[in-house]
């Protein structure tokens, strides 16, 4: 009788709605009715500021070029990768895991929801969905409408260049978010994540100055270079709007998937610890 | 079901929060010094010699003003409007004089200054892509000796800002309105229950 009965279980389970129900609960808890929406409105704004500054007044302060308007466009993307937009969802992220993730793990709520007849997986999924994948792909919006509404010209003409300055803007945002995990998935503390969490975010955020810094006479050196794995865009930029080329298109290509293979491996890490070795204790 | 009615309706809710942020801005100006343009940037105290010209690029809806002090011969302040061929560069004020005597571009406003001035100019109603420039009108070398241009301007471009924040209004308020609809009649079912 029970192995009649079986079959007809293993139908009604589905890994999409036990998904689906996980995220529902995720966001429910993480990101209450206005947050989300509150900080939504904020990044764009900041991205609108920043744009309207990029990409308007470098481009028409001079006669139109394509090294002006490409100028016009990497200050855009280095501003708002440096700047307002990424701060307000790297503090999001940092909240999110910080006090959501590791916080859930210190109260012992996620031995309940690991109790549940659900894939580790999918719980792992729905986290990064909810506490990493939205903040992110909130700021890739507010992005995409700063261009539509103040120079939606550019998306068709430069639309490479565009398209890799995204994704080099993306990367540190999603790197700085899978350290934060694992680190919180490792340590299971809130207060100790979001100490980590800030220096990670600090480190990350003078590592590329600092290099220059210390090989600023002789240009771009291996030190530099290896920084660049951890910030994209500034390969990319000096390869569209330095004067001397310094950098080649498969080089600056090459940093953007280096440093992408670099976060896939950080998550996939993050997966397998938390799939086979994570004790919710 | 009820769960695509909630994800589709806090799509919705952040599509409204997202109108209004640019609803918010639409009205926001700045004003402030520009600096750049062609030909330039020109610097104070030097001389400008005929060939040489000041252009700068302004936007539909930017007003301007220019304090300027001239020696020497008289200035003329353009503002034009028109088409520039990209395959057409001009690097002197022949081609400019040129593309005027063709047509294709057109004199908004012109100014003869000589020593100083102060020029305000606000675009009409119509939007115009002007551009800005300062040559010499005489034979004598024109040394310019002070100039400041400052342009205040909205911080977006409003016709496409007000269309695209009106359309994600719209597609809020549908995307929200069964999730809107569920609460309040969740909210009468519940007052009836209890009465």
Same mark, same amino acid.
């Given at each position: 009788m029970a192995d009649q009965n079986l079959p007809e279980m293993k139908r009604g389970y589905s890994r999409l709605r036990a998904l689906a129900e996980l995220l529902d609960i995720d966001v429910y808890t993480y990101l209450r009715f206005p947050a989300i929406e509150f900080l939504t409105s904020f990044q764009l704004l900041a991205s609108l500021f920043l744009s309207s500054n990029a990409l308007r007044l470098v481009s028409i302060g001079e006669i139109e070029s394509p090294t002006s308007e490409l100028n016009g466009v990497f200050i855009f993307f280095v501003n708002s990768s440096l700047g307002l937009p990424s701060f307000i969802t790297s503090m999001l992220i940092l909240t999110l895991v910080g006090f959501g993730v590791a916080g859930e793990i210190e109260k012992k709520l996620s031995q309940t929801i690991l109790s549940y007849p659900v894939n580790r997986a999918d719980v792992y999924v729905s986290k990064v969905l909810t506490a990493i994948g939205l903040p992110v792909l909130m700021f890739a919006v507010s992005e995409l409408m700063a261009f539509i509404i103040v120079r939606p010209d550019l998306l068709a003409r430069y639309a490479i260049p565009i398209m890799l300055a995204a994704l080099a803007t993306l990367g540190p945002l999603l790197m700085f978010s899978a350290i934060l995990l694992a680190v919180a998935v490792k340590v299971k503390r809130a207060g100790i994540s979001m100490a980590v969490g800030i220096a990670v975010w600090f480190l990350l955020a003078i590592v590329v100055p600092f290099s220059t810094f210390l090989e600023? @006479?002789? /240009? @771009? /050196?291996s030190l530099t270079r290896m920084a660049w794995l951890l910030w994209p865009i500034y390969p990319l930029r000096e390869h569209y709007i330095a004067e001397l080329m310094l950098v080649s298109f498969k080089e600056a290509l090459l940093s953007l998937a280096g440093h992408f293979a670099a976060v896939i491996a950080l998550f996939i890490g993050c997966e397998k610890y938390f799939t086979r070795r994570f004790e919710p204790t | 079901m009820r769960r695509l009615i909630d994800i589709v309706g806090r799509i919705g809710f952040i599509s409204i929060a997202m109108s209004l942020a640019i609803f918010v801005s639409i009205p926001l100006k700045f004003s402030g010094p520009r600096g750049g343009g062609v030909g330039g940037p020109l610097n104070p105290n030097e001389a400008l010699t005929f060939p040489e010209f000041g252009a700068w690029r302004l936007a539909a809806d930017e007003s301007l003003l220019v304090e300027l002090e001239v020696s020497g011969s008289e200035a003329a302040v353009y503002v034009v409007n028109g088409t520039f061929p990209r395959e057409r560069p001009f690097t002197e004020r022949k081609d400019f004089e040129e593309l005027i005597e063709e047509g294709k571009i057109q004199v908004l406003h012109k100014w003869n200054v000589i020593g100083s001035a102060q020029l305000e100019y606000s675009p009409p109603d119509t939007p115009v892509s002007a551009m800005l420039f300062i040559v010499n009108e005489g034979r004598i070398p024109l040394e310019l000796r002070e100039y400041q241009l400052s342009t205040t301007s909205f911080l977006l471009p409003t016709g496409r800002a007000t269309a695209v924040s009106q359309l994600m209004l719209l597609a809020g308020i549908v995307m929200s309105a069964p999730r809107i609809t569920k609460t309040i009649l969740k909210m009468f079912a519940k007052r009836a229950i209890d009465r």
């Open positions: 600023a @006479p002789g /240009g @771009p /050196g | -």
